[in-house]
C-alpha cells in the first residue's frame, strides 16, 4: 500500500469502526500524528455514536421499521455498487458502507434497551498572561488521540496565531492556525493523534513561533 495522503484519508472510516488490518492501522497512525485535517475529519466522525444517542425514542422506533428483507436487499445494492467503483474508491465506499450499517445498529438498539455513550473525560486549563491574555483550553480524551477546545480574549489581534502541543517525548505539533481578530478573540476547536496522557505542553504562538501562551499539563 502506497503510504499518500489521499490513500490514507481514505480509510477514516474503517479506522473509526476498527476495521483495518495492524499494519494499516500502524500507518494511518503515523499519519494523524503529521496531518490536523485528517485528525479534524476524525474528531467530526468520531461524534456519530454520540448524534445518534441524541435521536428521541420515537424517531428512533420509526427509523427502525425496514424489514430484514428491505435490509438485506439494500445490503447486496451497496455491496454491488462497492464492487463496480473504480480500486481507489473501494476504501472508501467500504468505509461509508460500514458507519451506515454502524448507524443502523445504534438506531435499532434504541428501540430496545436505552444506548448510552461512554462518560466524556476532559482536563480543564487556564493561560494567562500579563498582557490581560486569557484562554480557557480543554483536552477531551478519545479513543484516536485528543480533542482540544479553546475559547481565548485578549489575544494578539494581528497576524496569524497557532495552537501547539509537546508531548512526553518532547516533539511539538501544529494542531491549528487562524488569522487574529481585532477584537482580540478567538474560539476554536482542533484534533491530536497524541494521546491525552501524552501532552505535556499547550502554546500558542504568533506569526514568528514564539509563544505568547502556555500551558504545563504534565510534571
Known amino acids: ?69 428491505d435490509v438485506e436487499h439494500n445490503t447486496k445494492r451497496l455491496l454491488s455498487e462497492l464492487h463496480v467503483r473504480r480500486r481507489q474508491q473501494r476504501r472508501r465506499v467500504a468505509g461509508l458502507v460500514a458507519l451506515v450499517a454502524a448507524a443502523s445498529l445504534v438506531i435499532g438498539a434504541v428501540a430496545g434497551p436505552a ?45 496569524v496565531l497557532s495552537l501547539w502541543v509537546t508531548d512526553s517525548t518532547g516533539k511539538a505539533y501544529e494542531v491549528a492556525t487562524w488569522k487574529a481578530t481585532q477584537a482580540g478573540r478567538a474560539r476554536l476547536s482542533a484534533a491530536t493523534a497524541v494521546e491525552t496522557e501524552e501532552i505535556v505542553r499547550v502554546e500558542i504562538k504568533d506569526a514568528d513561533k514564539v509563544p505568547v501562551a502556555s500551558v504545563v499539563t504534565r510534571g
Open 115 to 159: 444506548v448510552t455513550g461512554p462518560r466524556q473525560v476532559k482536563d480543564s486549563y487556564t493561560m494567562s498572561a500579563s498582557s490581560g491574555l486569557e484562554v480557557q483550553l480543554d483536552l477531551v480524551h478519545k479513543g484516536w488521540g485528543t480533542e482540544l477546545a479553546m475559547d481565548g480574549e485578549r489575544l494578539p489581534d494581528s497576524g
Open 1 to 69: 500500500m502506497k503510504h499518500n495522503h489521499e490513500q490514507l484519508s481514505e480509510l477514516i472510516g474503517l479506522y473509526v469502526l476498527g476495521g483495518l488490518e495492524p499494519s494499516e492501522r500502524r500507518a494511518f497512525d503515523q499519519h494523524l500524528r503529521d496531518c490536523p485535517e485528517c485528525a479534524a475529519e476524525l474528531a467530526r466522525l468520531e461524534c456519530l455514536p454520540a448524534l445518534l444517542d441524541g435521536v428521541p425514542r420515537e424517531v428512533a422506533l420509526e427509523l427502525a421499521q425496514p424489514s430484514p428483507s
